[in-house]
């Protein structure tokens, strides 16, 4: 009956979103009176899943696994939630979860819903809350099968940390030949800087930045904040920087704790990929730029002067508090 987290792992270590939804899995786990099950594969340490709230841990282990592999997944998280007889199971709002989600929905016959953002309304009947329209309302609902896959939107919920001990039990499921006619052959990272999906700061530019040479001081920002670096989708066309760094509509989705934003015109198609960062820090030198009105923080100057200003800044805070 325990609720079952699928737990992302990469190169064998827990991602931070994995925390979050464990986290989440403890919450759900206490309002029906359960206790939470995580899926592991070939993960190193499952030790410290216990601090997120997991009581037990179903290890895979099998080489076949080391990538990520939709089908195989799936049917192992599957057979997981047989075994637990789990009615809950969450996962991550990861690229990787978003594919595998669906997936495992059918398997089990269950009603799946993506991008919730709060423990349930009620669990009879069981119902959550959601974001809808690229974060711009929220819907609540309803589902009736008797398995239920939610799929947790990032930082929505938080890391919370509870105390307790996590058993780790060895699992092999079943898996035939034909839970791996696609097979990821091998991963070549674009970098190894932290992503734009595990970062808790972002720091984007925009066309307002005139051109691929003055890049240095958006990344000299990212690294005094240990942030990622992100961009418009025009500065990427033009060949600025790599389109793996494009966030938006079209683009990759921010939900970090701080996006910080320069000479960004904040289109609605650019404000659609970062509705789900907490606290957005706008830097543009038209009063008028839409993008004030989406912005928690504004800072109307010239990019090429308050930037540098605010690097040395955060540098003497960072000195001053290491
Ligand atoms: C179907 C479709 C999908 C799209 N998807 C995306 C998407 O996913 N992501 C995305 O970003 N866009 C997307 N776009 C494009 C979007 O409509 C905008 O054109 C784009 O976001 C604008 O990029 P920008 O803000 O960098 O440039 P601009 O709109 O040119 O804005 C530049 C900003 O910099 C400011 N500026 C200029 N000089 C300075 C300075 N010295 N200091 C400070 N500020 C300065 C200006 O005041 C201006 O506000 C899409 C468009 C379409 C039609």
Redesign the pocket.
């Known amino acids: 009956m325990s609720v079952l987290v699928y737990i992302e792992s990469e190169e064998g270590k827990f991602k931070k979103a994995s925390f979050e939804v464990a986290s989440y899995a403890k919450e759900v786990a206490g309002m029906m009176g359960t206790s939470v099950t995580a899926i592991t594969f070939n993960a190193e340490d499952v030790s410290e899943l216990g601090t997120y709230g997991v009581d037990k841990v179903l290890k895979v282990s099998n080489d076949k696994l080391k990538n990520f592999n939709a089908e195989a997944y799936s049917d192992a998280i599957k057979q997981a939630a047989e075994k637990e007889g789990s009615k809950v199971v969450v996962l991550s709002q990861s690229a990787n979860s978003k594919y595998l989600a669906p997936l495992l929905a059918v398997q089990l016959e269950a009603g799946y819903a993506s991008n919730v953002v709060a423990v349930p309304e009620s669990t009879d009947p069981f119902t959550v809350k959601r974001t809808a329209f690229t974060n711009k309302a929220f819907n609540f609902t309803k589902i009736e099968t008797e398995v239920k896959v939610l799929g947790l939107s990032k930082n929505a919920f938080g890391i919370k940390e509870a105390q307790g001990d996590a058993a780790a039990e060895d699992f092999s499921p079943s898996l035939s030949e034909e839970d791996f006619s696609v097979n990821v052959e091998s991963v070549d990272k674009a970098t190894n800087k932290v992503t734009i999906a595990d970062a808790e700061v972002v720091v984007s530019g925009?066309?307002?930045l005139k051109g691929p040479e003055n890049w240095g001081m958006i990344e000299e920002m990212a690294d005094i904040l240990g942030a990622a670096t992100a961009c418009?989708?025009?500065?990427s066309d033009m060949g600025w920087r790599p389109h793996s760094e494009?966030?938006?509509?079209?683009?990759k989705p921010v939900a970090s704790n701080l996006y910080i934003a320069?000479?960004?015109?904040?289109?609605i198609?650019?404000l659609a990929?970062i509705n789900a960062a907490k606290t957005k820090v706008v830097?543009?030198?038209?009063p008028e730029?839409p993008f004030f009105k989406a912005a928690d923080y504004g800072i109307v100057g010239?990019?090429?002067e308050v930037v540098p200003k605010l690097n040395e800044k955060l540098k003497e805070f960072k000195e001053k508090n290491a």
Do not use: C, E, L
């Open positions: 925009g066309r307002g418009s989708k025009p500065v494009h966030v938006g509509q079209t683009g320069v000479g960004i015109s904040g289109a198609q650019h990929g830097i543009n030198n038209d730029a010239d990019a090429f």
